[in-house]
Structures are given as structure tokens and as C-alpha cells.
């Protein structure tokens, strides 16, 4: 007992790392500069303490296996001296940091079209980040601590260096199961058990439809609580067909919209036949235009997309979203990235065999639609040799995360020449792009039959985020640099990672037109160039951006 106390004492308290206090240092600087998405004192305090405490560990780390290979060492009568010439260094490090970091993040807002900040707090991003430093340190000689463990036991039998080796991968494996395993699964748990109660009980005062064609009413197959939060928000959205008449200056019908809520059957399969039964029973597919809109990982389903869908085709529209997940979609991201597959291909094979067995002269065009997750699940619900002898009319996926299969392929075979963020495909009938600043490419005549067009913004973290970034410069960063990327973001290795992976987690947090927040314009834009409505010329749909615009759409 008396050996593992003298043990814990001398690992939780020994002496900071020379190396890793400077390296540390410059990686707090390095997560101070310019990123995609603007950061409030505290994010940024945190976010640079993670990268402290990982360029910490990596000097560490550096200076342990050095002294194992026995390697010359600094003579201890110097080590005072170099331990207080590391702080003096580091602390030169952090306050030039603090000190920059408002110039830095007005180089954010700048590219984002945001008013400046009066100031970025330092001293409330040196206590978070210092305090996160503090526990993700502590941790590390936690894990040092532990290797120590596994090692006294085999040092009597085993050679020092193989007990350090088999020690160390050891207190790994624990560390990795004890996170991936038991931490992660508690914590996921949790979160889907809170976001599945805020489901279930948001807007549930709400009263349902008294149309007997909307989901929820008392005709529906599907019952009102049945549709969540998210499906009761998108079954009361607007616009009426009145409104749209007033748009249109053309009479218009009410648009038809199916949501089956994730409590609505214990199975992916159940729900899309429930989905199918409603859309049959309201008569969609009479329609002009059906869409499989794939939501996000919450179950929303942006009302800014599908809004001007329904204006530019005078409510003769109908559309069909099943949901999947309780949890945001940067979450289901990063943790589970296929969470809707099985639900978006069961929604697409169950619609799209009623749609195919239809004469074609007397069924609906039939969309796909994606944003977000839903633009990753939606691409993941077909496959071609599935619709290869009767494609459906197009797709329209936004903001598609970095994980998207075919907009990784298609961007990866871009004609030379064209940017990482607006690319040319090398089937330009077949695949286009826009960006919030740039719709040439989905304007340009000679669309094939099958039209899929993708929407997203070159400061969108959750398309451009690359798992190799901690590496090597991500593509959005060579030049030409697009207008809302700042010119002074810098890639540093490990520090650019961190720093896309909080750009994730908050690239919502900034004004529509910019980050992941998608525009109605932008979304007329793109609907306009795929589905080619009747008698909207420049003059009319200039009048509805107008119409959006005011409704902070």
C-alpha cells in the first residue's frame, strides 16, 4: 500500500514536461487564430486549452520515449533553469495570444459579413482554457499513473523496457475502453433519452389539423403525439394556399405533407409503410411533385427549403419525411455516422416501388431532398443499379456532411482547375454545385434527365471537415480562398482539427447565408434550377426573395 501511495504522489505531482509546456503553449496561440465560425470567450478558452493539453502530451510523450531509449539527457543542475526558461517562453506564447485573439476573431466575423467584437474577454478564455488544460493534464498522469500499475507487477519477471511496452499498451486499451465503451455509451444514452423527451413533449399543446389531409388529424392513419415535435412543427408550417395564391397571382392548392414520427412503429420498415399508406390515403401521388425530404438528425426539416418548393409550384407539391433520430446531427455525426441509413432506404424502397409502378404519364416527379444528415442519408437511400431503368427526376442535397459517399466521389473527380468548394463535376448533365455566392452552374442549360444539384457553403465546417486535417491543409484552405473563409485562418497540425471539430459542434450559431444555416434564396435558387416551374420569371421570384427575406427565411 505504502509503495502505491509513494507511486500516485509522484505521478499526479511530479514536475511539468520543459517540452510540452512550450509546445503546449504555441498550440493555445495556434487555436486563438481564425477559424470558420466566430467563438464566444468561453468556447474559445476551451478549445484552446484542449490543444495546451494535447501539444502537452506530445512533448511528454517525446521526452518519455527519449529517456526509455536512454538517449542523452539534460544534466540535472540545468533543469531549474530550463524549467523557467519553458514558463517564461510559454507565458509569452499565451499573452500574445490573449492579446491578438479579438483581431483574430474579427477576421472571422469580417469573412461572415458580422459586425466586429469590442473585445473577446481574455481573461475568461485564459481561466476556461487553463482549466481545461488542467483536467485533460491531470488525466494524462491518471494514464501514466495507470501504466505504472500494469508494469510493477511484470518488471519482476519481465525486462524494464518490455514491461514499459506492454504497460503502456495495456493502460491504452483501458483508457480507450473505459471512454468508447462505458463513458460514451452512458453519455449517448443520456442524450438521446433527454432529446427523446423534449420530442415527446414540445409543441404536444398544440392542437392537431382539423384538414383531414394533414398528418395528425382526426382522418390520419398517423395520431397527432405519434408525429413529435419536429413532425408537428413541419405539418403547421406554412404557406397556405391562399398565401401562395397571393404569391403566385395564380390560384393555388394547399401543399400535402406526410411526417411519420419516430414513435410511430417499433421498425424503420413500419414506419415507411405507415408513411406510404398516408401519402395514398391524401391522395400525393396526384400530385405534380413528390419529395422524399429526408430530415436532419433531430427530425427537423428545414421550412425555409421546403417553402419555396411549394410557392414555385402553386402548392401542387407533396412531400414525405420519416423520422429517424432524436440526436443533432453533428452529434450522429461524429459518433454514428449511418444512423438514418436503414430508415432513409426503407422510406425510399417502399415510395419509390408505388412511384415506379405507376404509368409514367400518370404519376408525379419524383425529388429527393437533403439537409444535413438528411442529405448523407437521402444519397445513402438508393443505389443506382436500383433506379438505373427509371431514375427518379433529381435530388437536391444541402449542406452534405464530410462523410457524404457520393459528394466526396464526385469532388474528388473534379475537372482541374475547379476549387475544393465549388467544384465542376466531370458529369456536369448529371451533378452541379452552388455556393451562397456562386449559382452559375445550376442555371447552365443542358441538365440531363436526372438533375442532383448540391448547395453548400465554403464555411460550412460540416461539409469541409476532413479526418486528415490534423495532418495535412484541407482542401477549402488552398487558394483561391472563397469570400467567407478569412484570408488569416491558418492551418497548424492537430490545432486545425480541434478547431473544425468546434466549428461543427456550433455552425449553426451564426446568421442565415453563412456557416450551416441555408437560406430560402439559396434554396429557391436551387429548386428553381431542378424542377424548372412555369411562369416564374426574374421580376416574380426577385418579389418572393423579397417575401423570404422578410420572414428571416
Same mark, same amino acid.
Given at each position: 500500500m505504502g509503495k502505491f501511495r509513494d507511486l500516485m504522489i509522484l505521478r499526479l505531482t511530479a514536475p511539468s514536461s520543459v517540452l510540452g509546456v512550450v509546445l503546449g503553449a504555441a498550440a493555445f496561440l495556434a487555436a486563438l487564430t481564425p477559424? *470558420?465560425?466566430? #467563438? /464566444?470567450?468561453?468556447? %474559445?478558452? /476551451?478549445? /484552446?486549452?484542449? =490543444?495546451?493539453? =494535447?501539444?502537452?502530451?506530445?512533448?511528454?510523450?517525446? +521526452?518519455?520515449?527519449?529517456?526509455? *531509449?536512454? @538517449? =542523452?539527457?539534460?544534466?540535472?543542475?540545468?533543469?531549474?533553469?530550463?524549467?523557467?526558461?519553458?514558463?517564461?517562453?510559454?507565458?509569452?506564447?499565451?499573452?500574445?495570444?490573449?492579446?491578438?485573439?479579438?483581431?483574430? %476573431?474579427?477576421? +472571422?466575423?469580417?469573412? @461572415?459579413?458580422?459586425?466586429?467584437?469590442?473585445?473577446?474577454?481574455? @481573461?475568461?478564455?485564459?481561466?476556461?482554457?487553463?482549466?481545461?488544460? &488542467?483536467? *485533460?493534464?491531470?488525466?494524462?498522469?491518471?494514464?501514466? *499513473?495507470? #501504466?505504472? @500499475?500494469y508494469a510493477l507487477p511484470m518488471e519482476r519477471v519481465l525486462p524494464r523496457r518490455a514491461s514499459f511496452l506492454i504497460a503502456s499498451v495495456l493502460a491504452a486499451w483501458s483508457f480507450w475502453a473505459a471512454g468508447n465503451g462505458f463513458l460514451l455509451d452512458a453519455v449517448l444514452r443520456g442524450l438521446d433519452s433527454a432529446y427523446r423527451e423534449v420530442d415527446q413533449l414540445q409543441g404536444v399543446d398544440e392542437p392537431a389539423p382539423l384538414d383531414p389531409l394533414k398528418s395528425g388529424s382526426a382522418a390520419s392513419l398517423i395520431a397527432w403525439p405519434g408525429l413529435g415535435s419536429e413532425g408537428r412543427a413541419r405539418i403547421l408550417s406554412g404557406p397556405s394556399a391562399d398565401e401562395i395564391a397571393t404569391l403566385a397571382g395564380t390560384p393555388a392548392k394547399s401543399p400535402l405533407r406526410v411526417y411519420v414520427g419516430l414513435n410511430s412503429a417499433d421498425t424503420a420498415e413500419a414506419r415507411a409503410e405507415l408513411a406510404l399508406a398516408e401519402l395514398l390515403r391524401i391522395g400525393a401521388f396526384d400530385r405534380k411533385l413528390l419529395v422524399i425530404a429526408t430530415p436532419t438528425g433531430t427530425g427537423w426539416v428545414d421550412p425555409a427549403a421546403m417553402m419555396p418548393l411549394e410557392i414555385l409550384h402553386r402548392g401542387d407539391v407533396a412531400s414525405v419525411s420519416v423520422q429517424y433520430s432524436y440526436l443533432p446531427s453533428w452529434l450522429s455525426l461524429l459518433v454514428q455516422p449511418e444512423y438514418g441509413q436503414e430508415t432513409a432506404r426503407a422510406v425510399f424502397k417502399t415510395v419509390y416501388g408505388h412511384w415506379h409502378a405507376l404509368p409514367k404519364g400518370a404519376r408525379p416527379r419524383l425529388y429527393l431532398f437533403g439537409?444535413?444528415?438528411? /442529405?448523407?442519408?437521402?444519397?445513402?437511400?438508393?443505389?443506382?443499379?436500383?433506379?438505373?431503368?427509371?431514375?427518379?427526376?433529381?435530388?437536391?442535397?444541402?449542406?452534405?456532411? &464530410?462523410?457524404?459517399? +457520393?459528394?466526396? %466521389?464526385?469532388?474528388?473527380? #473534379?475537372?482541374?482547375?475547379?476549387?475544393? $468548394?465549388?467544384?465542376? =463535376?466531370?458529369?456536369?448533365?448529371?451533378?452541379? &454545385?452552388? +455556393?451562397?455566392?456562386?449559382?452559375? %452552374?445550376?442555371?447552365?442549360?443542358?441538365?440531363?434527365?436526372? #438533375?442532383?444539384?448540391?448547395?453548400?457553403?465554403?464555411?460550412?465546417?460540416?461539409? &469541409?471537415?476532413?479526418?486528415?486535417? $490534423?495532418s495535412r491543409m484541407p482542401g477549402l484552405l488552398k487558394e483561391p480562398r472563397p469570400a467567407d473563409v478569412s484570408s488569416q485562418l491558418t492551418w497548424f497540425p492537430g490545432v486545425t482539427f480541434l478547431q473544425l471539430i468546434l466549428d461543427m459542434m456550433t455552425a449553426t450559431a451564426v446568421p442565415r447565408g453563412v456557416g450551416h444555416v441555408y437560406a430560402a434564396s439559396h434554396y429557391l435558387d436551387g429548386w428553381v434550377a431542378i424542377t424548372s416551374p412555369e411562369d416564374w420569371r426574374e421580376q416574380k421570384l426577385s418579389q418572393l426573395r423579397v417575401w423570404l427575406d422578410e420572414r428571416g427565411l
Open positions: 477559424s *470558420l465560425i466566430p #467563438r /464566444a470567450g468561453p468556447v %474559445q478558452g /476551451a478549445i /484552446a486549452g484542449m =490543444a495546451f493539453a =494535447a501539444a502537452y502530451g506530445l512533448g511528454a510523450a517525446v +521526452t518519455i520515449v527519449w529517456n526509455w *531509449l536512454g @538517449l =542523452a539527457a539534460l544534466p540535472d543542475r540545468y533543469h531549474r533553469i530550463a524549467r523557467w526558461a519553458a514558463s517564461a517562453v510559454a507565458a509569452c506564447l499565451v499573452i500574445a495570444g490573449l492579446i491578438k485573439a479579438r483581431g483574430w %476573431q474579427n477576421a +472571422t466575423h469580417a469573412a @461572415l459579413g458580422l459586425p466586429a467584437v469590442e473585445t473577446v474577454r481574455p @481573461l475568461v478564455i485564459a481561466a476556461a482554457g487553463l482549466g481545461v488544460a &488542467f483536467i *485533460l493534464i491531470f488525466l494524462g498522469r491518471f494514464f501514466r *499513473l495507470l #501504466r505504472d @500499475l439537409l444535413s444528415l438528411g /442529405a448523407l442519408n437521402s444519397d445513402l437511400s438508393s443505389d443506382a443499379f436500383d433506379i438505373v431503368g427509371d431514375p427518379y427526376d433529381g435530388a437536391f442535397w444541402v449542406g452534405p456532411p &464530410f462523410a457524404s459517399r +457520393t459528394w466526396n %466521389q464526385v469532388t474528388a473527380t #473534379r475537372l482541374a482547375g475547379t476549387s475544393h $468548394w465549388l467544384p465542376e =463535376a466531370s458529369n456536369s448533365k448529371l451533378f452541379r &454545385f452552388m +455556393t451562397n455566392a456562386e449559382n452559375t %452552374q445550376a442555371g447552365k442549360p443542358d441538365w440531363g434527365p436526372l #438533375r442532383i444539384l448540391y448547395l453548400q457553403y465554403p464555411s460550412d465546417p460540416i461539409v &469541409f471537415f476532413e479526418l486528415q486535417s $490534423w
